[in-house]
């Protein structure tokens, strides 16, 4: 059984920070690309950040110089973060950690179970 867990969640204001965690556990045998998604009222769950396992990162043009997006391995724990810097209320969301993760008997993309952030005005 493979668990995304996240923690982080919070209500802040335009201009703040705010700084997202997810640990992966379970029987993984390999993890490739981790990241954020993200989905508002109303609208399509969209990518927000992702990194490989090499470290390559990608960025959604919103939030390119605002987020920053890391992953670490301790103890065969595997977290990805996204620092969240100069928050905008558009910026308001259920915030989804994804790893494409693979086990002795299967692979593909785990979820987390979201964690809401708001920005206010």
């Known amino acids: 059984q493979v668990q995304l867990v996240e923690s982080g969640r919070g209500l802040v204001k335009a201009g703040g920070s705010l700084r997202l965690s997810c640990a992966a556990s379970g029987s993984i045998s390999s993890i490739n690309a981790m990241g954020w998604y993200r989905q508002a009222p109303g609208k399509q769950r969209e990518l927000v950040a992702t990194?490989?396992?090499?470290?390559?990162?990608?960025?959604a043009d919103s939030v390119k110089g605002r987020f920053i997006i890391s992953r670490s391995r301790d103890n065969a724990r595997n977290t990805v973060s996204l620092q969240m810097n100069s928050l905008k209320p558009e910026d308001t969301a259920v915030y989804y950690c994804?790893?494409?993760?693979?086990?002795?008997?299967?692979?593909?993309?785990?979820w987390g179970q979201g964690t809401q952030v708001t920005v206010s005005s």
């Open positions: 990194i490989t396992s090499g470290g390559r990162t990608n960025y």
């Open positions: 994804a790893a494409d993760i693979a086990t002795i008997v299967t692979k593909g993309r785990a």
